[in-house]
């Protein structure tokens, strides 16, 4: 075997022009399938980074109405929600995929929002218990987080982002001022800033939309005040982190289906309208948490990139048709040159399976040699591409494994006949050949 | 007794007729014989010499090689019986162009699935019978026709065949280097060996102990004498001519 590896690798160099050429079908197919793989899983990671996050990995379940993100302050139907007790926070976070659960209420653009006569407009104000900054990927900047006394005791107090630090204090440490919420004074204690790791790469207008809704800023209080401000609790939303990227939507789903045996669903009115239209006022109007499962998204729009390069890998795999059909050419030019050479070796007590191997062997020998040009080319191509689309590209190192296998597996399919053919030949024939 | 042939035939289908080839041979070599068949081109010889080479079969009749019924081998014993048991010198020697004497030498060796260290080690032995020791690792290009021809008659040796079989060994070369395979194939058959050489030259077949001569597929015993000796009287004739001419 070794031996027949090393007479195939002889005659290929003693051939370099004739092999090279018998290689090329394949070398151009194995480099458009590798260029172009490598470029969906950058594109996939790229989706993927810009959707999720790098290493943030965490899920809102965000109590819905219809579509909409549920708002006491809009909406109708608040009744039918209740408050999320601790209790149900304890059994999401005992879930398996599930690192770390907060619960928070939102109100977005708050207008009753003063610092020292200024109205402040846009700014979202979230009340957070205990794990939101560490759920959230928030670190406090300037000052200090909430301490367990100040949750407990409905002490006064706020965290402030960069965005309402910069547009409201205008450069003065907004640590010990008095912000004034619904009518109620809030002193700053500090103020948070994202993590870069959970900051999503934004690449676009709509980019920046799904990530800064809020771009007025955010205000964060003690959840236990939100009664303070606003006379009633209300019904909380939920982040999770989950362990790992790929449990992402399964620990989203889950944690969901726990917060929805909170919410009593109104069927009153489906019950005495039964049309198609009440119905889907009904689904207007119903109230669900939903994991926002960005996952989920990020994998349709992979698919979705994923469904048009598969074509391009067909085409791909044609050329790679086309030159396995080159090679089945020249070896059989090949055995028809070395009749004589076959006859000698049948002479001298080769067998038809010696023959027949040796002809296989360097069949893939070939092949696999240009399996493996093509797969440099192709990382070569990925990456001259990857520079002038400025897109990320990841070579897949299964891509290479599977492009090398299946040259070799060319070289076997497209060498076999002409090497039965070979070991076929009567060694009298062969011997008188010129 | 190393072969045996009786009453073989052989013919050969040219469109819907057979040709006959060979008639009715019969011969036999015991071991240690040294034999030359001689005819001319068109003769069977060349058949004659596959069906003993156990390249081809025959048509019909017994050909017992040591022991063994040809007719009755399948594709892969007679493969066995050619590696082990025959070695093959060719006019044209046959090898391998890209491959070192050495390597060629190994060949049969490989075949016979011998490992690689006692190869090397019976291929070099092989070469140092034919005094080409000091040209092992030499590509049959940069070899001279005479040690072309040697460097196969060590790769017919090295598997210690019961049959060495000839074909021609000389018709590619000069008359020194002829001389010289000749010499070789005295002094192997002076060590043991069995030979049946085929050739059409009446200068070489008198190098063998026995001569044999066929013509239209059959053996011709009596009429051999005379042709052998007429060519005899003509070279020796235009010997005298040419010393004849240079005296003059």
């Known amino acids: ?434 | 007794m190393v072969f045996d042939l009786k009453g073989i035939y052989k013919d050969y289908m040219q469109g819907k007729d057979p040709v006959p080839v060979l008639k009715d041979i019969t011969l036999s070599v015991d071991e240690g014989e040294y034999v030359a068949i001689m005819g001319p081109s068109g003769s069977g010889k060349s058949t004659l010499m596959n069906i003993i080479g156990c390249l081809d079969k025959q048509t019909s009749g017994d050909f017992t090689f040591d022991g063994t019924d040809v007719m009755q081998c399948t594709d892969r014993q007679l493969s066995e019986i050619r590696n082990a048991k025959i070695g093959f010198v060719f006019q044209n020697f046959n090898l391998l162009p890209r491959q070192s004497a050495l390597e060629n030498v190994e060949l049969p060796l490989l075949y016979a699935g011998v490992p690689k260290k006692q190869r090397r080690e019976r291929a070099i032995e092989a070469l140092k019978r034919v005094g080409l020791e000091d040209r092992m690792d030499f590509k049959p290009t940069q070899l001279s026709g005479g040690q072309k021809q040697r460097v196969a008659i060590a790769r017919a040796i090295v598997n210690k065949p019961r049959l060495l079989l000839a074909d021609e060994p000389t018709g590619a070369l000069d008359t020194k280097s002829g001389d010289q395979v000749m010499e070789l194939f005295k002094e192997l058959n002076e060590e043991g060996a069995t030979i049946v050489m085929i050739t059409h030259e009446p200068d070489i077949a008198k190098c063998a102990k026995r001569i044999m001569y066929i013509r239209d597929g059959q053996i011709y015993t009596g009429a051999f004498n005379t042709r052998a000796a007429q060519a005899e009287k003509e070279a020796q004739a235009a010997e005298t001519k040419q010393e004849g001419t240079e005296q003059a």
């Open chain 1, 1 to 434: 075997m070794f031996e027949n590896v090393r007479l195939s690798l002889q005659g290929i160099l003693s051939h370099k022009i004739r092999s090279f050429l018998t290689m090329l079908g394949i070398i151009i197919g194995i480099a458009a399938i590798i260029a172009i793989v490598s470029i969906i899983e950058g594109t996939k990671e790229t989706i993927k980074k810009n959707l999720i996050g790098a290493g943030n990995n965490t899920v809102q379940i965000r109590l819905m109405q219809g579509d909409y993100a549920y708002e006491p302050g809009y909406m109708q139907g608040g009744e039918n929600v209740r408050v999320i007790a601790d209790s149900y926070k304890d059994r999401i976070k005992a879930l398996d995929e599930v690192e770390r659960c907060t619960l928070y209420r939102q109100r977005e653009y708050v207008d009753n929002f003063y610092y020292k006569n200024k109205s402040l407009q846009g700014i979202t104000l979230l009340g957070i218990d205990a794990d939101y900054l560490e759920t959230a990927g928030l670190d406090v900047a300037q000052g200090v987080a909430f301490s367990e006394k100040q949750h407990k005791e409905f002490t006064k107090v706020a965290l402030i982002d960069e965005n309402v630090a910069r547009s409201t204090f205008d450069g003065e440490d907004p640590v010990g001022k008095i912000i004034d919420i619904s009518g109620e004074p809030f002193t700053v204690v500090g103020v948070v800033t994202k993590r870069s790791g959970f900051e999503p790469t934004i690449n676009s207008v709509e980019d920046y939309y799904t990530y800064n809704k809020t771009s007025g800023g955010q205000v964060l209080i003690p959840t236990e005040d939100w009664s303070i401000c606003f006379q009633y609790d209300e019904p909380q939303h939920c982040i999770i982190q989950a362990k790992n990227t790929d449990s992402m939507t399964t620990a989203g789903k889950k944690a969901a289906d726990i917060l929805n045996e909170n919410v009593r669903v109104n069927t009153a009115s489906s019950e005495t309208e039964d049309s198609a239209e009440a119905a889907a006022e009904f689904a207007m109007m119903k109230l669900e948490y939903k994991s926002e499962s960005l996952l989920e998204q990020a994998k349709a729009l992979q698919d979705l990139s994923q469904s048009t390069n598969k074509m391009l890998i067909w085409i791909a795999s044609i050329s790679l048709l086309v030159g396995g059909i080159g090679v089945m050419n020249i070896m059989l030019v090949s055995v028809t040159e070395r009749t004589r050479e076959i006859g000698l070796k049948k002479a001298l007590g080769a067998r038809k399976r010696t023959i027949l191997s040796q002809f296989l062997t360097e069949a893939s020998v070939l092949t696999s040699i240009g399996g493996l040009i093509g797969v440099l080319t192709g990382i070569g191509l990925a990456s001259i591409i990857a520079n002038l689309l400025e897109t990320p590209v990841a070579i897949s190192g299964k891509a290479v494994a599977i492009s090398v296998a299946f040259s070799i597996v060319v070289g076997i399919v497209f060498g076999l006949l002409p090497s039965i053919k070979a070991s076929n030949l009567n060694p009298i024939d062969a011997l008188r050949y010129e």
